[in-house]
């Protein structure tokens, strides 16, 4: 289905039931240097039974895992699109195989394993390999994925707290205990696993906020922040659910530390960005529909009043997901950063 | 919270925690005439935790299901909410205690044991009392309704395929063995426990036809329109799945027996509901929308080409269920028939 | 179409084919004690031509708008929908006549005409009558509105803002310098003329922020909480636009001038409420879909590290509009403040 | 972008701020030999001011219609996305310039000026070029197109009810004067332009029927069914508008003239449609959401009765408009038909 000009890479993708490894497929796909050859899933069958949109464009029976089976098929990279927790349990014997892995999951963001426990509520299930994963943000962290055997694939939420502040956190610009990350997600974030929280004439027509002052990501957001400032960061994170299938946006407000204009913060963002070909710093606010689909993060800032304020918007399944893995993945293999995705 | 003229009724709700229940107890606390003094659920709680819309509006703690203390209560009349099977073991012990119910599941709409068998899959758990249940239909059946102990409440697609051919099959306007009932329905209608058709993200943005050729409403609808003939109708039901929370919207197509205009049709449908105070009969295409929380069905006929097109319009969980069961009520219990519903 | 024990007010609505007037016109048909004798429009045809959900629900004719003709009606109220700018134009020659009027738009909102000319762009229409308006906020200025012949109806936003921070800003809990008001709306608040903003294609799927810094609901937040405060509170307010018919979502925060548990901020907020009808607090978080329809404003208050987070819900086109103003009508003629609102 | 391993064709597109033309461009930036030379529109500005989505994607200014001008840039082929009537103003210039057209409009789709008066409701403004034109509808013309120098690029509903029948109508297995296509339609299909019947709070939460029996996609489908028959074929298509971005749902009910069984269909439907890339035959109901963003049309057939049901989903922006237009681009420049589209 496609001419590839140099060798495709072997993949696997670990859980293939979901929404992020469904899009991950798609975009594999379309990549002009992967080959798709194990899906892995609890049910052997056609890929096409559990995703009806994959017939006929992918002719794959979904297998148990079974790492040495993928290493026999050649396979270089396994991509792992499983629940927290799952994950961990496959990465071991993966790496002992000599199989690369990109982790979708959250088992290998935060490096401090006592912090993983705290805000997951059991101990770290894998904490050796913990020590050598590479947090896969690629805007920040280039270099140390194009060489990592382990890569923690970064949130969804997160990419936008993170994304949107660098550039404030690395120039000093604002007060690093003083900063709101208010997000809203569509539905998809949810996961595929039907709940009432997510079933349609519960979350259609509405907007509510969840998890208010305990989700999971504040801690990853405020350590990639606080590896930037060199000192730490406190972020209060406030995540939305609203009636869309796919999108994030996020309002971020911070305190600046000395006065400063809209120019001058969109000149600092674009100068920040100027090789990152998947961050687009407009000068007005950015929808998530203008993302959809796509790996772009948006962003836009604004001074008002006594604040910087933030708006970024990206699609939560490809730019934060299985877009931004496939970004690593092109890093960790040599390829143009943008294969694939554009 | 509301001034009553005359006695109140007191009445229960069976099955609490689905969506036709919170819609029926919301019509019911702004009926003038009606006091909710029970609702029963497997679970014991404030129906404000199950419903939080209902949060300081109704104080009631959901209870097991016992016929006798629903008459201690002083119980006249119980609505049924629970699932088909579920609420014909109910029926029994209420009637039995002098309650009269008005059933909302399909248990007592089919009038012919055999029929039910074979589109339900299972023998009918109450035929004794199936023998004097009354269709709950009030622009067909009002009289019936007024004396019944047992009023089967009508299914939501089938109120737009009955009424919508009622004129046509009672003037013998078409052809009885060629009548297509295609149907769009909004999520709700598929009840509150999560499934994955039910998804958010499976179901919006998408239509999807379902149940091609074996919906169990469509011996509903043909056992009504036989009735009306006097001689057996044959129907093709489709129904699909369209991403919005409420709303059925029915296109029929029916073949004309004789030349016929769209004037004389409208007026042929004025006509015959010019004393249903929920039926209006527009001369544009009815959007559901306009009939959205509210018990009216709106219908539209048209002549194209060989056929005859009715357009249908409704709410499925006010006309399609609880306010039409409520219209039942008012009619049993000798309330003007709109009470409590415009 | 109802039995109305006491005589009934006559009112009149201006600007009837909008999405508040058409909201007005449903509950005020419901309403015990108000007969809807003239709805003004400069298209002159049944208002169920502008509103087909209204067909053979209300008979009237829309007619164009002069003072006299309402007065000689025995209107005694008029609910002014007009936008903002040709309302301050129909109020004077109302007043003039003897008519109350409960004006929905924003022109007498912001009690110093300087504010308003800063935020709207241009001088007031009607100074004048401007010193004499109420700000329609039944919960803070209920006795005000009984005897006012002139109530500015608050904005949509601005009620969740007030109502939302009203307990803490009263208790002196907060810093009044340091607040922002972040806020999503269903895009019927954007208004029924066709624009790209609120073309479905467009707002469908997306979440988008709007009037970052510049929206002109900020004043109106501001005064009503330096009112409460005795000194200037300063607010940053952001409104999103999110995809659903109605429903606004508020999430605010505050810093606290000392420390305070969930549960005493919960308490606080309930007994400041105490006789509040319409204002629910409860203690999980708020959806807008539980106020859909209703005209209840929903609080939760949380305290999140350094911050206190209140999240507020209520629908837009009811309690932020319509059903308010009904509140204030029922205030003004010495009604139960709930007739016809629950 | 891309590594185009042969010379890429130089392509115009006319109309560049509609939906069609955003999701053409998108499909030609990824295309492997397609280059984007020129985009006309009446306002001259940066294509990503008119589509944001295109920001720092598509680098290029709308300019004005010049057909010379389109020549002189090397342009081979232009795709028309101009509505119709516009359309074919600019089709013979384009063609005495030499340049090649695939025109999304309605204007030579019918090959009968009469026809197309009748419906359109003027007479054909290029009758000469019409005679010309090749419908473009691959799975039934592929050879002609591979030639052709005006292709009139096929209607988004016809396709579903043309490729949905065309097995049935090839085979004469049906009554070819007793044929139904209920299709239900995202809003997307209405175009950019803002008016009330896509204003965001009129179609949410809406399902509508609109144009019954004189939409203009009528005899389109006529026209290509009657092609394949031999004879005159006549149809009756009811469309709906239904809350979804994108997709087209068509249920299908067509009479046969002998028994059939499911199998039999399918296996007549697979066998016809073996060599078609993008025309997918399944056994369960296909969901529109199965094809978004993809050039596949999905089929499913039954029995049901006395009737042979079609169920047919497509995404009405790529297979039903500019995907399509793609695989004829594919065609007539000799590339593989699915370039650009999987």
Redesign the interface.
């Given at each position: 289905?496609?001419?590839a000009?140099k060798v495709a890479v072997k993949v696997a993708v670990l859980g293939g039931s979901g929404?992020t490894a469904l899009e991950l497929l798609k975009i594999l796909?379309?990549h002009?240097h992967a080959e798709i050859v194990a899906i892995t899933s609890r049910d052997a069958q056609p890929i096409s039974d559990a995703h009806?949109?994959l017939?006929?464009?992918l002719d794959l029976r979904t297998e148990p895992f079974d790492a040495d089976r993928l290493k026999a098929k050649g396979v270089e990279v396994a991509f792992g699109c499983l629940p927290h927790g799952a994950s961990a349990e496959a990465v071991a014997p993966l790496l002992t195989c000599g199989i690369r892995v990109i982790d979708l999951s959250a088992d290998y963001r935060l490096r401090d394993a006592a912090v993983h426990a705290k805000w997951y509520g059991e101990p770290h299930h894998d904490p050796v390999n913990l020590k050598h994963a590479v947090y896969g943000l690629p805007e920040l962290h280039a270099d140390a994925i194009r060489t990592a055997r382990l890569v923690a694939n970064p949130g969804c939420y997160p990419q936008t707290g993170i994304l949107g502040l660098a550039p404030l956190v690395h120039h000093k610009l604002i007060d690093l205990?003083?900063i709101?990350v208010?997000s809203?997600s569509?539905?998809?974030g949810a996961g595929?696993t039907?709940?009432?929280a997510?079933?349609?004439?519960?979350?259609?027509?509405?907007?509510?906020?969840?998890a208010?002052?305990t989700h999971r990501h504040t801690p990853e957001i405020e350590q990639s922040l606080s590896d930037i400032a060199g000192v730490p960061v406190?972020v209060?994170f406030?995540p939305?659910l609203?009636?869309?299938?796919?999108?994030i946006?996020s309002?971020i407000?911070a305190t600046p530390t000395r006065p400063v204009t809209d120019a001058e913060l969109t000149q600092l963002y674009r100068d920040y960005y100027e090789r990152a070909p998947f961050v687009?710093v407009?000068t007005?606010?950015?929808?998530?529909?203008?993302?959809?689909?796509?790996n772009?993060l948006?962003l836009c800032v604004?001074r008002?009043?006594?604040?910087v304020?933030v708006?970024a918007?990206e699609d939560n399944l490809v730019r934060g997901a299985s877009g931004v893995a496939v970004q690593n993945f092109n890093l960790m293999f040599g390829h143009d950063e943008?294969a694939g995705l554009?």
């Open positions: 289905m496609k001419t000009t929404y796909l379309r002009p009806p949109s017939f006929r464009r205990r003083d709101i208010n809203c569509g539905v998809s595929r039907p709940k009432l997510a079933h349609f004439p519960e979350c259609n027509e509405s907007v509510v906020a969840y208010v002052g406190e209060i406030t939305h609203v009636p869309m299938d796919r999108g946006h309002t407000y687009r407009r007005s606010p950015p929808a998530t529909k203008d993302t959809a689909h796509t772009f948006d604004k008002v009043r006594g604040k304020i708006l918007a943008t554009l």
